[in-house]
């Protein structure tokens, strides 16, 4: 798959549960993005990485713990999760010399139990 | 921080005829606006986007306007048809030209299209 991929797709697990969710992007970017997507609710900016450093950090409880390794790769870690958590995370990326564009990935369907 | 207010949260209108969506932002420092589609189960897909120093901006039956001092902008389809029926988004944020900048969105608009 090309542009930006999401592994898993859907995700269960419980409160105290650890998990790992990965993004990928094969667009050459160098700026990735977290965000969180619920029902009723707008997306949500968490996390902003450029040239695999973090620029912003939308106030995120510490249960969600990110890592940008290189400019391709985007973890979002998962520990002592709550049920309102329950949501789509978002995936995105842009290019940081580029006009603003992002580009989303598929998403992670993650349900706490 | 920003803030984005969209309106209508649904909209039904008859296949052929035109719809649209509007948004204000709050932060004079936005300059640049983009508008996502989101259709059932899908990600959201950039369809249009404009940056302030443009009022209007247009790509086939999707047109994007833009008030800077009134500090809203609309989306407008014309001639709609089935498969325009999705979940749609506006978000504002300040492009610094060279950096990474989070969108701020709105809580999106669901367009139905009437057979």
């Known amino acids: 798959e090309t542009g930006v991929t999401q592994t898993p797709r859907h995700l269960v697990m419980g409160m105290t549960n650890k998990k790992s969710l990965k993004c990928e992007q094969h667009?050459?970017?160098?700026?990735m993005y977290w965000y969180k997507q619920s029902a009723k609710k707008p997306l949500e900016l968490m996390f902003v990485y450029s040239l695999e450093e973090r620029v912003e950090n939308n106030s995120v409880p510490s249960r969600f713990s990110p890592e940008c390794p290189n400019s391709s790769h985007l973890f979002l870690h998962l520990h002592t999760l709550q049920p309102e958590d329950s949501a789509l995370y978002l995936c995105a990326s842009s290019p940081t010399d580029g006009q603003g564009e992002q580009y989303f990935g598929p998403g992670t369907r993650l349900t706490v139990t | 921080g920003e803030n984005v207010e969209q309106h209508p949260s649904t909209l039904s209108v008859q296949e052929g005829d035109s719809a649209v969506i509007k948004c204000t932002y709050s932060?004079?420092?936005?300059?640049?606006f983009p508008w996502y589609k989101q259709e059932l189960g899908k990600r959201p897909q950039l369809i249009i986007d404009i940056r302030s120093n443009v009022g209007e901006k247009k790509d086939q039956r999707i047109a994007v306007t833009l008030n800077k001092t009134a500090k809203h902008f609309s989306l407008h389809i014309t001639e709609t048809q089935p498969e325009d029926s999705a979940v749609y988004f506006c978000a504002a944020s300040r492009y610094s030209g060279g950096g990474a900048d989070g969108l701020t969105f709105g809580k999106g608009t669901h367009l139905i299209i009437q057979p």
């Open positions: 667009l050459g970017h160098n700026a």
């Open positions: 932060d004079s420092a936005s300059n640049y």
